[in-house]
């Protein structure tokens, strides 16, 4: 148990709709990145904060977006999804964000319809 | 632009024998190189490391080693055990700006160690 929480597990639903993905970074960690993995892909970097504040971008679409909270929670919107966006979404969390090792959670399963 | 390639999606060894897991890379301003290892349902764990500075790091069971010239690294597991039956994701860490540090993953090699 790495000790980053990623809810909820599964999510299936339909082309055009809207979700959102929710991580909990490890106690003291205060960088939250987010991956893309799609089918015999490896992890693409989305997107990372650092204290609430959006640090570093990677190849996020523009239909997507995150934020990063007060208590240092996550969420990830991902809107007008298509057949493609279907794909496992890991957060992973670390320290300082600096380079500092990466904590991973068990990942967000996102099927769409 | 995939700057970072496992070009191997499977490997099976004989448990006790050497497993030999490869990654290419293609940017020259990596500055370090991480393996992590995957079992299902489970996120990446980190597993070892090395310096673009090194050739070769090692840890237990695991050694990493790096040419630089070819822009090559690649994981060694001896003895191979059952449980080290994964995928293993090789990483390459750069400078996305000021002090953040991206990494960039390949797109793994699944390894089974037969008992």
């Known amino acids: 148990d790495s000790g980053v929480t990623q809810t909820p597990k599964h999510l299936i639903t339909a082309t055009g709709q809207r979700v959102t993905l929710r991580c909990s970074p490890r106690?003291?960690?205060?960088?939250v990145y987010w991956y893309q993995q799609s089918l015999d892909q490896g992890l693409q970097f989305l997107i990372q904060y650092y204290n609430g504040e959006e640090r570093a971008k990677g190849n996020i679409l523009e239909r997507f977006s995150a934020q990063q909270f007060p208590d240092l929670h996550s969420e990830l919107n991902l809107s007008s999804l298509e057949l493609g966006d279907s794909a496992l979404y890991f957060c992973a969390s670390s320290v300082t964000g600096g380079g500092d090792e990466q904590f991973f959670g068990p990942g967000t399963r996102l099927t769409v319809l | 632009d995939q700057q970072v390639k496992q070009n191997s999606p499977s490997l099976s060894v004989q448990e006790g024998r050497i497993s030999i897991l490869n990654c290419d890379y293609t940017?020259?301003?990596?500055?370090?190189f991480l393996w992590y290892k995957k079992y299902p349902a489970e996120g990446p764990t980190f597993l070892i490391s090395?310096?673009?500075?090194?050739d070769k790091n090692e840890d237990g069971r695991f050694t990493v080693f790096l040419n630089k010239s070819a822009k090559h690294l690649s994981l060694h597991i001896v003895p191979s055990q059952p449980g080290d039956s994964a995928v293993y994701f090789c990483a390459a860490r750069w400078i996305s700006s000021g002090s953040a540090r991206q990494l960039t993953f390949g797109s793994g090699t699944q390894l089974t160690v037969l008992p």
């Open positions: 940017n020259s301003m990596f500055d370090y």
């Open positions: 106690s003291g960690d205060l960088s």
């Open positions: 090395i310096s673009s500075i090194k």
